[in-house]
């Protein structure tokens, strides 16, 4: 009886001082997000999301070989889907990617690189909470096919070209400004007014 009301006195003082702590840590920050996580927030952060993944996904080895096509196909979606934060080059420096609490990681660097081919495809299927990554998964094999050819770009970022880049940069999706100033100096090269100038964007960097 005695050693179940130390457990339980053992209990509520862990959660007073657990709410104490964690008081203590929004006043300090603000929960702002211009703050980078410190080292050791980020630390357990990984340490967190790695036991997160289920040891029977962690193993897994990807069962799409790299190839040209693959690797194409794989190029076009990424630019489509995740340049917007991670940038064409997986550097993470965009915009939307600074912005991130966490900051969107550069994914060319051992932090990503050395997760195994299942922790990615776990990561992208199922986006990680609090950092603003999505989970892109829908459970089908289309979604699948698609994540594993995801994971050998992944690999492939560190290797990326100037052209690679290039050709991603068209790929990218286009801001309502973008498409406006397009629209304006398409009529302009026809006869019509003159563009008007640029609007103030917070796009990202691409």
Known sequence: ???AR????GALTAIVLFAVVGLAYVRRTGLDAHV???ALEARVARTVRGLAVPSSVRGRRNPVAASPEVLEEALAHFADHCASCHANDGSGDTDMGRG???RAPDMRLPATQTLSDGELFWIIENGVRFT???AWGNGTPASDDATWK???FVRHLPKLTGDEIDRMKAMNPRSPEEIRDEIEEQKFLEGGDAPSPPAHSHGGTR
Do not use: T
């Open 150 to 152: 995801l994971v050998q």
């Open 100 to 102: 991130l609490s966490p």
């Open 132 to 134: 603003g990554m999505p």
């Open 1 to 3: 009886m005695r050693s």
């Open 6 to 9: 130390l457990l339980l006195i």
């Open 36 to 38: 980078a996580p410190s």
